[in-house]
């Protein structure tokens, strides 16, 4: 049975790419050095591909920060503000990715967004009414070459039209519709010049297609591929539709009747609503069927006996020769490999399944189709046939014995806002900051030598209380109201946390790309969770120490630490979420009576794993991850106040859940986005106070006094003055500590400047 691959990691198994970007950045690398390693990153990743058997291998997936971004450079779609610049073609696209403020203009970056419900995050195509569509295939077309040259013969594989279509900003009067016959034909002649280079099949991404589908977008993706199947069958070319991340219930009629040469569907998110219309509606006739069967967003080993089921399942409909197995989405979103780990024991790393394992797994479950590989079979049944870990009976009953009264506060929020504003005080426009400052070199440096042994822990944590009392002065000097210890004590904002709370276990070089150079290690949630003793308390207090305003403690939401966690898959994700939201309410009433006035929970990522459906949000997510979060502060004194964070995601369609959060205090991630969240405030009525980031620290750029006033301005024209904050949109952990001083002093001058009108 054949077996097909959609995409693998592109940082390397050690985050060269990463380096080597962040190297060109500074100046300390060139263009030529950059791509070098770029090449040596493909051809591992090819080789390992080659090496296994996998019969579909792509080339076209890695990117130097996004393939929604490289789709739009492709296209052409680069707005005219970038062009003007002057720049190379490699640092146009990084200025559309990260901003650039420099001798040749200043511009701000491209909006961000979650890559469905990932934490990969994408590059959102902006496409005006006077943007000429125009093929540029020559990335695709060398990186096939280059393939080709190092005797790997491969299927390009690109975003799709649609999908990009779907996913794109129009900023003028034109509509999607306007542009789908010039996207499509510009599809079409990068297929073309793909074939005349040897590609007999390209594989277009089509993802978009997982979410409900209404007959305009049915309209959009038939009037797109009308052209680009007729022009690539002309070409000589095949054309594979790939799906993943859920199932295609809404468009199956138009993908079978279309005329693909191949069709991937998810067999594992997706996989009882594909299986059903594979019974019931059957699959094109003549098409190869790429059955997603292995997750590729999670870093367990595949059950052999479930996965044999659903490919005797797809063949009992498809013809097997018609059949080639794959990973469900991906692999970008797992690690590069669990060889790479020395620190695990061998007894729990042999239940984890990393990019290289995963294509290992293909390779055994494609001999087990053919009537193989008995022995790898009979060894993944015991892996799963044994206990991998003993239930924690005390936690599970706290979960068990939580009453609705557990995930309420009182008194309500709006005598609790009016407690509050007489307790602290605060100007007009409050300034605050999200939490983490800049983690140098030297502070990262630290980390490792404590870690090595080189320093013992006593001087680690003076260095660490040496670095928080330098954050609190420069605070205090800037002027900001509401201050923060700057959280040089930890790593990640996840990883900090579950490596102080039972349950969890820690990988030495598991990365997952999050978006760009920003890479995470992901803690992987074992057992069942608990806390094992106070986590922040002690920096918090010592802040706080520091100096007479008011100090936030810094948490992270149990929402966040499970979707930015590799989670179990042997209990409920509900239960996982309350258990840690259990362990972090401890957290926050240790710091409460510790003396600690105000305390940030974070939920980044709340809408993360929010399903795809709409009719799915509230029985599968929001009726328990809204609740988790109420009952990490419910316990709380009304003077308490608590905040929360969120990024780069889309709030409209749940902003009356997030209010329903019932914290005090909000901050958005705004600025990429236009301030539109700011709409959906106003249009829910939003009971909070807000802080819709006035800057984006995702990009190196310092905002002037004049653009924070002008955001500003806005702002109070939807939210009104009495609600809003001023704050930058994200943490400040990834920016240098000249731009963050710089921002946040021109912050905090505009907020004067405006308390002033």
């Known amino acids: 049975m054949k077996t097909s691959v959609i995409g693998f990691p592109r940082i390397g198994d050690d985050r060269q790419l990463k380096k080597a970007s962040e190297a060109f950045f500074a100046g300390k690398a060139s263009e030529d050095e950059l791509q070098a390693v770029a090449k040596s990153i493909r051809a591992e990743a090819w080789n390992a591909q080659k090496d296994r058997g996998i019969s579909f291998i792509p080339s076209g997936d890695f990117s130097f920060y996004d393939n929604v971004l490289d789709a739009a450079v492709m296209l052409g779609a680069v707005p005219e503000r970038y062009k003007a610049l002057g720049l190379s073609p490699l640092e146009t696209y990084f200025a559309m990715a990260r901003g650039y403020q420099g001798p040749k203009g200043d511009v701000k970056a491209l909006p961000m967004k979650k890559w469905f419900n990932t934490n990969y995050h994408y590059i959102v195509p902006e496409l005006g009414d006077g943007d000429v569509i125009s093929a540029d295939p020559s990335r695709y077309v060398a990186e096939f070459e280059e393939a080709k040259a190092q005797g790997v013969v491969t299927v390009p ?29 510009a599809y079409a002649a990068v297929i073309e010049a793909l074939a005349k280079a040897g590609a007999g099949r390209v594989a277009l991404a089509e993802p978009a297609l997982v979410l409900d589908t209404d007959a305009d977008d049915l309209s959009l993706f038939t009037k797109v591929y009308s052209l680009v199947l007729p022009a690539s069958r002309k070409a000589g070319a095949k054309v594979a539709l790939q799906t993943y991340f859920g199932d295609i219930r809404d468009s199956w009629d138009a993908v079978m009747s279309a005329g693909f040469d191949a069709i991937g ?44 089921e659903t490919i005797s399942a797809i063949c009992s409909t498809v013809p097997r020769d018609r059949v080639a197995i794959g990973a469900s989405c991906s692999l970008l979103h797992v690690p590069w490999t669990v060889k790479s780990e020395k620190t695990l024991p061998q007894d729990v790393l042999k239940h984890f399944a990393f990019a290289i394992e995963k294509l290992d797994e293909l390779k055994d479950l494609g001999d087990l189709a053919d009537g193989g590989a008995s022995t790898a079979f009979d060894a993944n049944r015991a892996l799963f046939g044994g206990v991998r870990v003993k239930a924690d009976e005390k936690v599970r009953s706290a979960v068990a014995a939580l009453t609705n009264a557990d995930f309420e506060r009182k008194p309500a929020f709006a005598e609790r806002e009016a407690i509050q504003r007489k307790r602290f005080a605060l100007p007009k426009f409050p300034t605050t900051t999200i939490g983490s400052f800049p983690q140098t ?55 900090y946390f579950g490596d102080h709370l039972d349950g969890f276990v820690f990988t030495d070089k598991a990365w997952v790309q999050s978006y760009g150079t920003r890479c995470v290690k992901p803690p992987i949630v074992w057992g069942d969770i608990s806390r094992r003793e106070p986590i922040t308390v002690k920096w ?55 003396g600690i006035p105000v305390i940030q929970i974070d939920e980044a990522a709340l809408r993360e794993k929010l399903p795809l459906r709409r009719e799915d949000w509230r029985p599968k997510y929001l009726d328990w991850a809204i609740p988790a979060f109420r009952l990490v502060h419910s316990g709380v004194r009304p ?15 749940i902003i009356r859940d997030i209010d329903a959060m019932d914290a005090d205090v909000i901050t958005f991630e705004a600025s990429r986005a236009d301030l ?65 001083e710089a921002s946040l002093r021109n912050l905090v001058a505009a907020a004067r400047k405006l308390r002033l009108s």
Request: hydrophobic content about 40%; glycine content about 8%.
């Open 157 to 185: 594989s690109l975003i799709g039209p649609y999908t990009f279509l779907r996913l794109a900003r129009y900023v003028g009067e034109k509509c999607r519709h306007c542009f789908a016959g010039d996207v499509a034909n």
């Open 441 to 495: 070199k030297e502070v990262r440096a630290k980390r490792a030598a404590l870690r090595k042994g080189e320093i013992t822990p006593a001087q680690y944590e003076e260095y660490i209380k040496a670095k928080i009392a330098e954050c609190v002065r420069l605070q205090e000097d800037i002027g900001l109201d509401i201050l923060v210890h700057g959280e040089y004590e930890r790593n990640d904002m996840v990883e």
């Open 540 to 594: 918090s207090v010592y802040a706080q120490s520091l100096t007479k305003k008011p100090m936030k403690g810094m948490l992270t939401g149990p929402v966040t630490i499970l979707n930015w966690s590799f989670p179990r898959e042997d209990i409920p994700l509900r239960d996982q979420t309350l258990q840690i939201a259990l362990a972090i309410r401890a957290e926050v009433l240790d710091l409460e009576a510790a």
């Open 265 to 308: 569907l998810d067999f594992f998110e997706g996989r009882e609503r594909n299986l059903a219309c594979l019974r019931e509606k059957g699959f094109a006739d003549g098409a190869t069927l790429l059955a997603g069967v292995v997750c590729g967003k999670n870093i367990w080993r595949t059950d052999y006996a479930a996965a044999k």
């Open 676 to 740: 539109k969240v700011l709409d959906d405030l106003k249009a829910a009525d939003f009971r909070t106070e807000v802080g819709p980031g006035v800057y984006d620290i995702h990009s190196p750029r310092v905002p002037s006094v004049e653009e924070i006033v002008a955001a500003v301005g806005k702002m109070a024209a939807k939210v009104g003055t009495e609600k809003l904050w001023i704050n930058p949109d994200c943490g400040l952990k990834t920016r240098g500590e000249p731009e963050t």
């Open 639 to 653: 003077e308490t106040q608590i905040h929360t964070h969120m990024c780069y995601s889309e709030f409209g369609d």
